[in-house]
């Protein structure tokens, strides 16, 4: 049976490398041994493009909230005392 993954190359050192799976360049970018600016190609690609700006490894968003139709009280602590983390942020900062 063929691996039907997309095989990637990559510019590595001035020359070509590969192919890769995605799964092999995620774990080349984990180790940083190439970065948003290591030039990248498959197939269906028209031209090398930067790592940054292929689609398929740009970082996903985070999944949206889910909203309530019901509000949640705020705790007492922020009731009582609405500068605390204003003054641990200045504590922090040594004023």
């Known amino acids: 049976m063929a691996d039907?993954?997309?095989?990637?190359?990559i510019i590595l050192a001035d020359e070509r490398d590969g192919p890769y799976s995605?799964?092999?360049?995620?774990y080349l970018v984990a180790r940083q041994r190439?970065?948003?600016?290591?030039?990248?190609w498959q197939k269906e690609m028209r031209n090398w493009t930067p790592?940054?700006?292929?689609?398929?490894?740009?970082?996903?968003?985070?999944?949206?909230p889910e909203e309530t139709s019901e509000k949640k009280p705020a705790s007492k602590d922020r009731r009582r005392f609405p500068f605390l983390k204003l003054g641990a942020l200045?504590?922090?900062?040594g004023l």
Not at 4 to 9: A, G, I
Not at 22 to 26: M, S, Y
Not at 90 to 93: P, T
Request: with cysteine; glycine share 6%.
């Open 34 to 40: 190439i970065n948003g600016n290591t030039l990248i």
């Open 4 to 9: 039907e993954s997309p095989k990637w190359y």
């Open 22 to 26: 995605t799964q092999d360049i995620q």
């Open 90 to 93: 200045l504590a922090g900062l």
């Open 51 to 64: 790592l940054c700006e292929v689609e398929t490894f740009l970082p996903k968003p985070p999944p949206e």
